[in-house]
């Protein structure tokens, strides 16, 4: 996004621009996921099992199958080029580990925010999260097998974005859906901070 410009010492070795984005979103809405497709480095993941200490406050209703949940955050690296790194956190997305979301967002470009049209209200807390600190962010609806689909205006509209907000639609499984959310991200903060939108 900005340009850099390397001073450093004839031999000393270059050190890239790190670009910093957060996965979020509800419980099971496929955060872990994502930054294991996109990543080229094994993710770092703090998942832990779904114990009987979890009933009566992990409401794993439309996600019944889950069996494991994120308590710290996950990690993932991708390198564009030379001079370029993002770096992915993933964040948790239960409302106990939310203390961790302020050292995570710390220094972000920007976040994704991954939307299951089964539990379409639980992304609510992450989208307030972004507005309120003013950190840009695009939604994109994770398409589940077997759920319901539904036109992006209609989640637009349950989800009550602002009209610049980008909204696609995605699979988190699959690493070139991911890098298109990823792209409509960088292209929503070029247009905020009134850059040219990278091409290609």
């Not at 409401?59 to 564009?80: H, L, N, P």
Request: glycine share 10%.
């Amino acid at each position: 996004m900005d340009s850099v410009r390397y001073d450093r010492e004839p031999g000393a070795p270059r050190v890239p621009l790190a670009l910093k984005i957060l996965i979020a979103g509800g419980f099971g809405a496929g955060k872990t996921t994502l930054v294991s497709a996109l990543s080229e480095v094994r993710p770092l993941q703090t998942e832990e099992v779904l114990t009987g200490a979890g009933l009566g406050t992990d409401d794993v209703s439309g996600v019944e199958q889950k069996s494991t949940t994120t308590v710290a955050m996950d990690f993932g690296r991708i390198t564009i080029n030379d001079d370029l790194q993002v770096y992915l956190f993933g964040t948790p997305g239960q409302d106990r580990f939310w203390f961790l979301w302020d050292e995570l967002a710390f220094g972000a470009l920007g976040a994704v925010v991954l939307a299951d049209t089964r539990r379409l209200a639980d992304c609510f807390p992450s989208i307030d999260y972004f507005e309120q600190r003013g950190i840009p962010f695009v939604v994109g609806v994770n398409c589940f097998e077997g759920s319901r689909r539904f036109g992006l205006e209609a989640v637009r509209d349950a989800l009550d974005l602002d009209p610049d907000v980008p909204l696609v639609l995605c699979d988190a499984r699959d690493r070139q859906s991911g890098k298109l959310v990823l792209i409509s991200l960088v292209e929503h903060v070029a247009r905020q901070r009134g850059e040219p939108v990278p091409v290609g």
